[in-house]
């Protein structure tokens, strides 16, 4: 069941109600993120729906966010938690990323020529080692995580999966080029 979009844009709107405009971008598992719009700025707003969501995996997102710090990877604002209704809910902000999905383009049926297609794979595969390179595995990484800015340049988005190498709980991450007991 995927998070309450309704509840969660209340609770978005409560916690800023003076923004110019609390615009939804999306709605997960667990979050739904909107646009926070304040004069010119824009932010990136994740509500957690509580329901949906132990605090240990916000904990990790939180974790993952703020340890890397790379152009091609959204940058981390802030995080709280906010009261409505009686209820806590946590929070992330973000820097906002103006563009489509890589997997929006590609549905669209855009095709990249073999140069844009090499810039592109070099600038991923430049975010995705800083996200590594602090012991971070992104976990989800797919077209629809991939924001394509302004400028072509894409920006790997929701860390919502993501864990610390070390980090046994659910699932244990193999390092990559590390064979298992069992090979």
């Known amino acids: 069941m995927p998070a309450d979009r309704t509840l969660l844009e209340r ?3 409560s916690l800023f109600p003076l923004a110019d405009e609390v615009a939804h971008l999306g709605t997960g598992g667990f979050a739904c993120t909107f646009r926070i719009r304040e004069g010119d700025r824009q932010t990136a707003l994740k509500i957690i729906d509580p329901g949906l ?3 240990e995996r916000v904990d990790r997102e939180l974790n993952a966010l703020q340890r890397v710090t790379n152009d091609g990877v959204v940058q981390f604002l802030a995080h709280g938690v906010h009261k409505f209704e009686g209820v806590d809910y946590c929070w992330i902000r973000m ?3 103006e563009g489509r999905s890589l997997g929006a383009e590609l549905g669209a049926g855009v095709v990249f020529t073999p140069l844009e297609a090499l810039d592109l794979i070099s600038r991923l595969t430049d975010a995705a080692a800083s996200i590594w390179a602090q012991g971070t595995a992104h976990r989800d990484l797919s077209p629809n995580n991939i924001i ?3 400028d072509g340049r894409p920006v790997i988005v929701d860390l919502g999966l993501a864990r610390h190498v070390d980090d046994e709980s659910y699932t244990a ?3 990559p080029g590390v064979c298992p007991e069992s090979c």
Do not use: G, K, Y
């Open 53 to 55: 969501s132990e605090r």
């Open 148 to 150: 394509l800015d302004a």
């Open 11 to 13: 609770v978005a709107i």
């Open 173 to 175: 991450l193999p390092t």
């Open 95 to 97: 820097e906002f990323i």
